[in-house]
């Protein structure tokens, strides 16, 4: 399975970030290696101008949300298709933010999993415990009822992230065997050929060993995704020919 090694740049960006994506695709020597998918989920506001300046040097574009419907009077909303009409390939839905911030339910993730489907879209649907419920020994209950809730019907293509919400921007991640548990559990809900990707702090120090661990086959990269220094190693980590 192809790895994947994607960016989440979460309410980060402004203009002047296109210089970390260029510096990322010269740290490639001008393209992304054809060996591993390498995508950045910039902010809504430059994902037009990303997928037209970058998929030809191999970096694909995603959005962070998209709206279950395809139009309609729903006030700064954005819908599958039009991200998929401003060249996105991806995106994420059901971030632990999102379901944080915004109350999103499992049913809200599939419908919006399902929209991005019906747009050309690729979803990738997050999954993952809190702290709490690590602690209270229901981490593969809350993640098993995550997944019959959240994944689309049918096994139409789609990515699955494994995020524990207490690994993000915390600097924590599991123990190897305790990711390596959890995704395996995952690929025995999830049909085949979907790929699962682990995210939770993610770093250049930890991406290798994360990387090589059985049914991981990428990552979900937030705050290391920001800086092509940090970036570059990981993408670099994943198993390959780079
Ligand atoms: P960090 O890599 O900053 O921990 O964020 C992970 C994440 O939430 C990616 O979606």
Known sequence: MKPLI????????LQAARAEVEALI?????????????LICPPATLVAQFAERYSDEGV?????????????????DISAEMLADA??????????ERRADHGESDETVRAKAEAALRAGLTPIICVGETREQREAGTAFDVVGAQLKGSL???????????????????????????????HDFIRSKTPEGARILYGGSVKPENAEEILAINNVNGALVGGASLKADDFHPIIAAAPGEM
Not at 155 to 180: H, R
């Open 152 to 182: 689309p019907n049918g096994g139409a293509p789609f990515v699955v992230a494994y995020e524990p919400v207490w690994a993000i921007g915390t600097g924590l991640t599991p123990s190897l065997a305790d990711i390596g548990a959890m």
């Open 6 to 13: 994607a960016g989440n740049w979460k309410m980060n960006g």
């Open 87 to 96: 060249g996105a390939a991806y995106v994420i839905v059901g971030h632990s």
């Open 60 to 76: 694909q574009i995603g959005a962070q949300d998209c709206h279950a419907l395809a139009g309609g009077a729903h006030t700064g």
């Open 26 to 38: 010269e740290k490639f020597a001008g393209a992304a290696p054809a060996d591993r998918d390498v």
